[in-house]
């Protein structure tokens, strides 16, 4: 099967910085898109950044300028650089990313999520 593993959150000032680190690993063919979301508590999870294969990136709009999002194809990991960190930016993060994996003798291909890995920003 597939994994996806987060690692980096934790607690941090406002204006300071972390950076969140997503290895998938498992019976891989290939991985597509990978991004991270994040959901905050009583509200629903939203996009906080996503790249291509090919390293296109898209920011949710509260993140831009303030967070970057890079990709290791050959590692089949992701990670995410955040800076001036605002309280609002407080919730749990997570991986996802479309896998194509080997199951038996087909190849099929869905979404996978890590566990999630929490991020507080208070002073």
């Known amino acids: 099967q597939v994994q996806l593993v987060e690692s980096g959150g934790g607690l941090v000032q406002p204006g300071g910085s972390l950076r969140l680190s997503c290895a998938a690993s498992g019976s891989i063919v290939s991985v597509d898109a990978m991004g991270w979301y994040r959901q905050a508590p009583g509200q629903q999870r939203e996009l906080v950044a996503s790249?291509?294969?090919?390293?296109?990136?898209n920011f949710a709009d509260s993140v831009l300028g303030r967070f970057a999002i890079s990709r290791d194809n050959a590692k089949n990991t992701v990670d995410l650089q955040m800076n001036s960190l605002k309280p609002s930016d407080t919730a749990v993060y997570y991986c996802q990313s479309r896998i194509a994996y080997y199951s038996n003798d087909f190849v099929l291909s869905r979404d996978f999520w890590g566990q999630g890995t929490q991020v507080t920003v208070s002073s």
């Open positions: 790249v291509t294969r090919d390293g296109v990136t």
